[in-house]
């Protein structure tokens, strides 16, 4: 099983673990700052302090791992190396600079040029990290639904983050024709729905049968999920973009519900295929983001068809944004890391000592206990976060935003055990 996460088609290993270590800096950042300001976590979205979290929880956590998480499997699922890894890390150099400085920018939200620096700086970094899997997906002979969902998950992070810059630039410099509230929208489903969505699909497939042993399960399913969700994300983003134009964002729920719908039955024939019987922490994670990602969508649906007046349709975006991006997002993130991150140090570190010595399995190089305590607190916290928000209860909110900060908190102590394991 090792084996099947790194090849020599794999990266260096210090080229992951910088955009893990990344990813985890952003997470403490972000659990912290939900942690500081939670009181105040309330009203419309198009806010300083709401625009400071969003940004520093997908450009901060989800994203560098996001990026780093695909540099590993890419090359390995689809048997080529990575274009050029220099390029990677050119990347990863202008990213870690400017993704920053437009979040602290975003905090404020300082109209100025510094803001779009940041913006454009970062969208760049994006562009060369997506045109240099393009190019590794495109020097492999394989074609297959995963790769699909890659392909696709990367032309949407392309439109997620040229919208993103061309939001900066005008606020700084209005020039865009459309409303710029409404762009935003299109902006935020075209990376949550349209990047991370399809990209957390397509990969929980390769995943899901890598570590759970199962093979064989029928592809129909992730088809009609990969069709639909496209199809989702399309009309999503041009009716929100163009002022929610009514039959077109019907469409769009429509589709979503049954590209969501789709996934959970792909995942099931997956499930029920497995032989590796036991359900770790790493994947009562991946199940509780499932539930989450449900809850999105009907509640997205809700809000979409059904809006309800003030100051209930704030309060249910906040809860929707919430599910969708800690809850689904993070919340598959986390699991995921907890299988890849004891393989790839064990690969690095232990796989040269097999037959020479007592090696441990990946497995055991972090117990579940603590991982378990994590598991309890993030769940929890994002409950009572969710709760604090629907009636209004700083209390609540400040609740669940200590709990999730004991979770990241316990996430890094968790995975630095890992990282410091030594044959």
């Known amino acids: ?37 939670a009181t105040a976590v309330q009203g419309f979205f198009f806010q300083p302090l709401l625009l400071g979290l ?18 590993q499997l890419v090359p390995v699922v689809f048997e080529v190396p990575v274009r050029s890894e220099r390029l990677a890390w050119s990347a990863f150099g202008l990213y870690a600079v400017t993704a ?28 060369l990290y997506v045109l240099n899997l393009y190019a590794t ?42 409303f710029h509230l409404a762009l935003l929208r299109a902006h935020a489903h075209a990376a949550a729905f349209g990047f991370f969505g399809l990209l957390i699909m397509g990969v929980a497939y390769r995943l899901m049968e890598m ?25 999503l983003v ?52 499932l539930v989450y990602l449900g809850l999105a969508a009907a509640l997205g ?12 349709t704030d309060r249910l975006h906040l809860v929707y944004s919430l599910f969708a991006l800690v809850g689904f997002i993070g919340s598959i993130v986390v699991g995921q890391l907890y299988k890849i ?11 040269a000592y097999v037959g020479l010595k007592r090696v441990p399995p990946a497995g055991e190089l972090l117990g579940e206990r603590w991982k378990r305590v994590q598991y309890a607190l993030m769940h929890a916290g994002i409950g009572a976060l969710a709760l604090g928000v629907v009636v209004d209860s700083a209390a609540l909110r400040s609740l669940g935003a200590t709990a999730f900060a004991g979770s990241a908190a316990l996430v890094v102590r968790n995975l630095v055990v890992v990282w410091a394991s030594k044959p």
């Open 341 to 351: 991150v004891p393989f790839l140090v064990w690969l690095h570190r232990f796989s």
């Open 211 to 235: 570590f759970l042993l199962s093979h064989g399960a029928p592809e129909r399913a992730g088809r009609v999920a990969f069709a639909a969700t496209n199809a989702a994300v399309v009309a």
């Open 100 to 127: 920053p400085l437009f979040i602290i920018r975003m905090w404020t939200l300082s109209a100025d040029w510094l803001l779009a620096v940041g913006a454009v700086g970062a969208a760049g970094a994006i562009w």
């Open 238 to 289: 041009v009716s929100l973009a163009f002022g929610s134009i009514a039959w077109l964002l019907a469409l769009g729920v429509g589709a979503a519900l049954v590209g969501v719908g789709a996934f959970a039955l792909q995942v099931s024939a997956i499930y029920r295929r497995r032989t590796q019987r036991r359900a770790d922490v790493a994947w009562r994670h991946t199940a509780s983001s």
């Open 137 to 178: 997906l495109l020097r492999s002979g394989q074609r297959s639904l995963t790769g699909y969902y890659v392909m696709a998950a990367l032309g949407w992070l392309l439109v997620a983050v040229t919208l993103g810059a061309l939001l900066a630039i005008n606020l700084d410099r209005p020039f865009l024709p459309l």
């Open 54 to 71: 969003v940004h520093l929880c997908v450009l901060g956590w989800l994203m560098p791992i996001a990026i780093g998480a695909l540099h």
């Open 1 to 37: 099983m090792p084996g099947r996460l790194a090849t020599r088609y794999a990266p260096s290993f210090r080229l992951i673990e910088a955009h893990f270590g990344f990813g985890l800096v952003g997470l403490v950042a972000f659990s912290a700052a939900l942690l500081v300001r």
């Open 301 to 312: 649906a809700a809000l979409a068809l059904a809006p309800l007046g003030q100051p209930w």
